[in-house]
T-cell receptor
Framework: EPEVTQTPSHQVTQMGQEVILRCVPISNHLYFYWYRQILGQKVEFLVSFYNNEISEKSEIFDDQFSVERPDGSNFTLKIRSTKLEDSAMYFC????????????FGNGTRLTVT | DQQVKQNSPSLSVQEGRISILNCDYTNSMFDYFLWYKKYPAEGPTFLIS?????DKNEDGRFTVFLNKSAKHLSLHIVPSQPGDSAVYFC???????????FGTGTSLTVIP
């Protein structure tokens, strides 16, 4: 069964550094998402992406965040200058796009900012 | 603004019995509801869904019930198995491609 893949599984970075989290969504899916989960807290929406542009974003997704689909398969999340509070599990997800189709998640990247 | 709520952070059930996980929502525009299961260090895995035109959807041991007037949905697992022990999230969306809103999760422990 096709799946969403994310790399790396764990990223450790120093505060102020840039990180890029990578994702390969399911190939015939049209909508792509980033969510995050801070330890012990809820799964929070960051951004959705469709047709090579952001379709929706949350308050969390400020100017420090950006997303890109550099080619036909990858979908990346960049954090320009990481803060301690960016430490979380970051999940990429994709959905086919037709009505009533479920979101499929990758296994996440654990980002630790020190 | 918590549009999807799971008021029980944890639930313990004996193996073989029924597990009932509950979820409430506030946005009447939601028309698609899902349940996800999550193990530690893994991403949420889709379990079962229901559209707003139905009030029940069944898949093996899992049944989701939707009460639109009460803005409430529930997941029934019968019979519960130790492998069902995980965190369960309910989620909802309003339109194709829009964001999915998640509850805070209920940690289910099935006791052998």
């Amino acid at each position: 069964e096709p799946e969403v893949t994310q790399t790396p599984s764990h990223q450790v970075t120093q505060m102020g550094q840039e990180v890029i989290l990578r994702c390969v969504p399911i190939s015939n899916h049209l909508y792509f998402y980033w969510y995050r989960q801070i330890l012990g807290q809820k799964v929070e929406f960051l951004v959705s992406f469709y047709n090579n542009e952001i379709s929706e974003k949350s308050e969390i997704f400020d100017d420090q965040f950006s997303v890109e689909r550099p080619d036909g398969s990858n979908f990346t999340l960049k954090i320009r200058s990481t803060k301690l509070e960016d430490s979380a599990m970051y999940f990429c997800a994709s959905v086919q796009g037709s009505n009533n189709s479920p979101l499929h998640f990758g296994n996440g990247t654990r980002l630790t900012v020190t | 603004d918590q549009q999807v709520k799971q008021n029980s952070p944890s639930l313990s059930v004996q193996e073989g019995r029924i597990s009932i996980l509950n979820c409430d929502y506030t946005n009447s525009m939601f028309d698609y509801f899902l349940w996800y299961k999550k193990y530690p260090a893994e991403g949420p895995t889709f379990l079962i869904s229901i559209s707003s035109i139905k009030d029940k959807n069944e898949d093996g041991r899992f049944t989701v019930f939707l009460n639109k007037s009460a803005k409430h949905l529930s997941l029934h697992i019968v019979p519960s198995q130790p492998g069902d022990s995980a965190v369960y999230f309910c989620a909802a969306s309003a339109l194709a491609g829009n964001q999915f809103y998640f509850g805070t999760g209920t940690s289910l422990t099935v006791i052998p």
